[in-house]
């Protein structure tokens, strides 16, 4: 069993409006200091051994369903699990 | 002609698709199942607004893996007409017929009211009853309709004439102000405004039934010519 942390993040090239949002209060509330805010996703997959390479299946799903490469960039960390 | 109106959990623009399509075009119309394997029968395919799979992930995204996509996209390079409208639009370019992504509206706002629209392309299967430039109402009502796309990817719509509808106000933060583009091969159309909530006076407007009109003349010179 593998535990898959996905980070799923806009490209630098989108706008972030949710994130502009966010940096807007944060400046109101008097964080000066912070200059940029991207929200991005994170996803945790528990993912049973199998013949298939966990990093291919990973890729594999993440171009097919978890993420849109149009606009958003991924990487992930994959962790041995034990299943409960 | 007869067109498929494909539901998905969470459309909820089926119903007045249909009614467009049968009570004021008078053609055929029936609603398909998103787990439908078989499109054959149907000459036009019809993929409705709404909020499938609750938007999950990303808008259109769960949808996208339908066993009914598999079917559009063959009735796609068979070229028959395929319009996405709204979620319809956000299904398509998940599935990859249609290039670009749909993002938030930049205010991140729902929105719904009616805008006014510049017909840019009139040589398509969807516009040819409106004229060049012409100015038409339709209405809008979405959060996601924030139209995207890479520099190279707008260069090519730009000169493929594959932008066919723009607002005439940016108001969701759209490239360019597009409202709504073809595929390359012309036969696929994405718009985030509803032409089918634009078909009677009664209700505000009929400007969108020119576009209907349209799918349906084209249609009918192609197969009398074959007949």
């Known amino acids: 069993m593998k535990k898959v942390k996905i980070y799923v993040t806009l490209r630098e090239s989108v706008l972030d409006p949710q994130g502009s949002a966010v940096m807007g209060s944060l400046h109101k509330m008097g964080y000066g200091q912070v200059e940029d805010v991207r929200i991005g996703k994170y996803l945790e997959l528990m993912i049973a051994d199998g013949e298939k390479d966990v990093d291919a299946l990973v890729n594999e799903m993440c171009h097919r369903l978890l993420t849109n490469t149009v606009i958003e960039d991924y990487r992930f960390e994959i962790e041995e699990a034990v299943s409960q | 002609m007869k067109f498929a109106v494909i539901v998905f959990p969470g459309s909820n623009c089926d119903l007045d698709m249909y009614h467009a399509i049968k009570d004021e075009l008078g053609e055929e119309a029936e609603y398909v199942w998103h787990d439908s394997t078989d499109l054959s029968n149907y000459d036009g395919i019809l993929l409705p607004g709404g909020f499938s799979y609750g938007d999950y992930l990303r808008c ?84 996601e309709g924030n139209y995207y796309c890479d520099d ?27 409202a709504g583009i073809i595929n390359e091969q012309g036969n696929v159309l994405g718009m985030m405004p509803h032409p089918e909530r634009a078909v009677s006076d009664l209700i505000g407007g009929s400007d969108g039934l020119g576009l209907f009109r349209s799918i349906i003349k084209q249609w009918r010179e192609s197969h009398v010519t074959h007949a």
């Open chain 2, 60 to 143: 259109g995204a769960i949808a996208q893996t339908s066993a009914i996509m598999t079917e559009v996209k063959k009735a796609a390079e068979a070229g028959k007409p395929v319009l996405g409208v709204c979620n319809g639009f956000q299904i398509l370019t998940e599935a990859g017929l249609l290039p670009g992504v749909l993002l938030r509206n930049k205010n991140l706002k729902f929105m719904c009211h009616t805008v006014g629209l510049k017909v840019e392309n009139t040589n398509t299967l969807f516009t040819n009853q409106y004229t060049a430039g012409q100015e038409i109402r339709i209405p809008i009502a979405h959060g």
């Open chain 2, 152 to 178: 190279e990817t707008y260069e090519k719509l730009k000169a493929n004439d594959q932008i066919v509808f723009t607002y005439e106000d940016d108001f969701n933060g759209s490239r360019n102000n597009i």
